[in-house]
C-alpha cells in the first residue's frame, strides 16, 4: 500500500522508459551504421554495465530506488558511448581500407580511442566520487545513484574495450559467412 504501490507504479514506469529507449537506440545506431547487426554489438555493453552498478550497490549496502534507476539511465548512456566510439572508428577504418580486417580495424581503434573513453568514464567516476560519499543534507538518498555509476562505469569500462571487440569479430565473421552461403547457393 502507500509508498510500496508508488514504487511498483515507478519502476513499472522506468522499465517501459527503459524498453523504449534501447529500441529508439537501436533504431539510431542502425540508422548511424547502416547496419541491423552493429547496434547489437553497441549494445552488448549493456547488461555488464547493470552488472557492475549492482554489484557496486551490492558492495556499498544501497538499496535499488529511484535515484539508483536514474543513476542506471546515465549509466547506460556513458557505456552505450564507450561502445559507439569504437565501434564506428573501427568502422571508418574498414572504409578506408577495405582489405583491413574487423580484427585488424579493431586492433587499430582500441589504443586510438582508449584516451577518450578514459577522459570520459574518469571525468563521470569523479564527478560522481562527492555524491557517493554522502556529504551534506539529503546525502544519503543520492548516494545509490552515484554508487550504481560508479560500479558500472568502471564494469563497462574495462569490459568495453574486451567484450565489444570480442562481439564485433564475432559478427563480422557471422555476417561473412553468411556471405558465403548464400552467394554460393544456385
Not at 13 to 27: H, P, Q, R
Amino acid at each position: 500500500t502507500g509508498v510500496s504501490a508508488s514504487f511498483k507504479d515507478s519502476m513499472a514506469s522506468l522499465v517501459f522508459a527503459l524498453a523504449l529507449g534501447l529500441i529508439a537506440a537501436y533504431m539510431v545506431l542502425g540508422a548511424q551504421f547502416n547496419s541491423f547487426l552493429h547496434p547489437i554489438t553497441v549494445l552488448s555493453i549493456l547488461p555488464l554495465s547493470l552488472t557492475g552498478a549492482a554489484i557496486a550497490l551490492w558492495l556499498g549496502g544501497q538499496s535499488f530506488n529511484m535515484f539508483s534507476a536514474i543513476g542506471l539511465l546515465l549509466l547506460m548512456g556513458i557505456a552505450k558511448k564507450n561502445s559507439i566510439i569504437l565501434v564506428d572508428y573501427a568502422n571508418q577504418l574498414r572504409e578506408r581500407d577495405v582489405s583491413k580486417s574487423a580484427a585488424e580495424a579493431m586492433q587499430l581503434a582500441g589504443p586510438i580511442r582508449l584516451r577518450p573513453i578514459m577522459m570520459t568514464s574518469g571525468a563521470t567516476l569523479l564527478a560522481a566520487v562527492p555524491l557517493a560519499l554522502n556529504l551534506g543534507p539529503g546525502g544519503e538518498i543520492r548516494a545509490p545513484m552515484a554508487i550504481a555509476v560508479i560500479g558500472g562505469v568502471l564494469v563497462s569500462t574495462l569490459l568495453s574495450l574486451i567484450v565489444v571487440p570480442a562481439i564485433y569479430v564475432l559478427i563480422d565473421r557471422f555476417l561473412r559467412f553468411f556471405h558465403r552461403v548464400f552467394s554460393a547457393a544456385p
